[in-house]
Nanobody
């Protein structure tokens, strides 16, 4: 069984910073891309940032220059450093990873974390 556990959300004032973490655990064979998505009330879930196993990154235009995604492959963990936060960044943030488990190493599945709330006050 594979699971993703997020941490680091909270309440912050506009202009502040937060760092989200997401650790994958369980019977993991390999992890490909890992990423962060967010979903605000009444809106669709959207990609925030993604990082490949090799370290290549991609960001939504709305967070470029403010957010940085990184990963520690030895810890099976992905991070999202969020700086210069704006009220419009308020959302539930979800971790996502493409993982092959030890019980099924030929197949890649997409796993999601439970979500962590980020609230930015003006």
């Amino acid at each position: 069984q594979v699971q993703l556990v997020e941490s680091g959300g909270g309440l912050v004032q506009a202009g502040g910073s937060l760092r989200l973490s997401c650790a994958a655990s369980g019977s993991i064979f390999s992890i490909n891309a890992m990423g962060w998505y967010r979903q605000a009330p009444g809106k669709q879930r959207e990609l925030v940032a993604v990082i490949t196993s090799g370290g290549s990154t991609n960001y939504a235009d709305s967070v470029k220059g403010r957010f940085t995604i990184s990963r520690d492959n030895a810890k099976n963990t992905v991070y999202l450093q969020m700086n210069s936060l704006k009220p419009e960044d308020t959302s539930v943030y979800y971790c996502n990873a493409r993982i092959k488990s030890r019980s099924s190493p030929l197949f890649e599945y997409v796993y999601w974390g439970q979500g962590t709330q980020v609230t930015v006050s003006s």
